[in-house]
C-alpha cells in the first residue's frame, strides 16, 4: 500500500489483495454498525458515506480486474491466433512433393465440370458458375516440388477433399501426384 498525503485528502493505491480485503473490512463494519451504534457516536453524515464509499471501493475493484483480464487476452492473443490458424492448415510432405492444406469453403469456378478451379467462396468476387460445386468445411490442398526460384519447380493443380477429416489430404494427395508423373 502507497500513500500520497495530499493537500484535500489521502491518495491510497491498493493491491488487487489489499483491495479486497478493505472491502471485506468495510463490509463486516457496516453490517456492525448497527449493533454497535450505541458504543460509538458517529455522526449521520459520515454513517450515509460508508455505502458509497464500499460502491466505489467495489467499482474500482471491478476496474482493476477488468484491466487485468484484458492485459491477459492481449498477451495470449497472438497464442491464439496461431493455434485457430494451425486448426485450419495442414503442411506435409509427401514422396518429396510439398502438400498444404486450408481448411474452409471453396467454390468451384471452372466452366469444365472435369476440370476443377476452386476458389474461396469469401474473397470478395468469388461467384461460383450455374450449377457448379460449392464445398463447405473442406481441406482445399496445393501440391508443390523444388525451389520456387529454380528451374526444377513444380505445382500441380489441387484440389478439394470431400469432408474436413485430416486424413483425406494424404490420399488424395496421392492421387493428384500419382496423375501427374505419368
Not at 480485503?21 to 463494519?29: G, H, M, N, S
Not at 454497535?36 to 454513517?47: F, M, T
Not at 490458424?85 to 469444365?112: F, P, Q
Not at 478439394?160 to 488424395?172: F, S
Amino acid at each position: 500500500m502507497k500513500t500520497h498525503p495530499m493537500v484535500s485528502g489521502l491518495r491510497v493505491t491498493l493491491t488487487t489483495t489489499e483491495l479486497q480485503a478493505l472491502i471485506k473490512l468495510a463490509q463486516f463494519a457496516v453490517n456492525q454498525l448497527p449493533a454497535a451504534r450505541h458504543y460509538y457516536i458517529l455522526p449521520q453524515r459520515q454513517v450515509d458515506l460508508v455505502a458509497d464509499v464500499l460502491k466505489s471501493l467495489e467499482l474500482g475493484l471491478a476496474s482493476v480486474q477488468f484491466k487485468q483480464a484484458e492485459a491477459k487476452a492481449r498477451r495470449e492473443a497472438p497464442k491464439r491466433e496461431a493455434e485457430r490458424r494451425a486448426a485450419r492448415e495442414h503442411h506435409d510432405l509427401i514422396d518429396g512433393y510439398t502438400v498444404c492444406g486450408t481448411l474452409g469453403d471453396w467454390a468451384d469456378l471452372s466452366d469444365d465440370p472435369d476440370q476443377r478451379r476452386w476458389a474461396d467462396m469469401f474473397m470478395p468476387g468469388t461467384e461460383p458458375r450455374e450449377q457448379g460445386e460449392i464445398r463447405h468445411n473442406v481441406w482445399r490442398i496445393f501440391i508443390s516440388k523444388g525451389k520456387a526460384a529454380s528451374d526444377d519447380f513444380t505445382v500441380f493443380p489441387g484440389d478439394c477433399t470431400e469432408t474436413a477429416d485430416r486424413r483425406e489430404i494424404e490420399g488424395l494427395a496421392r492421387r493428384i501426384i500419382a496423375k501427374h508423373q505419368k
